[in-house]
């Protein structure tokens, strides 16, 4: 949000490198739905608001983690 705010690009490079830290965790805790809810959460809305600020190779890991920890690892 900060960035959409203001422009200032170092705020949509803090949150790619946080949303990157995040999609290299190895799990989101699946025993807890909530976790797993949230860290979804979080990561979608980042990468919604900041799609055309993230380089192709940072989309396609932070897409990747949404739907493999996120939706088809923690039910399967």
């Known amino acids: 949000m900060a960035y ?3 422009g200032d690009e170092r705020f949509a490079a803090r949150c790619e490198q946080e ?3 995040v999609a290299r965790f190895s ?3 699946p025993s ?3 976790d797993v ?3 979804t959460f979080g990561l979608a809305v980042g990468y919604d608001w900041l799609y055309d600020q993230l380089d192709e190779s940072s989309r396609r890991e932070i897409r990747s983690a949404i739907v493999e920890k996120g939706v088809v690892l923690p039910w399967t």
Do not use: P
Request: proline share 0%; net charge negative; charged share 15%.
């Open 4 to 6: 959409h705010l203001t």
């Open 19 to 21: 949303m990157l830290t």
């Open 27 to 29: 799990d989101w805790n």
């Open 32 to 34: 807890h739905f909530l």
């Open 37 to 39: 809810a949230e860290m």
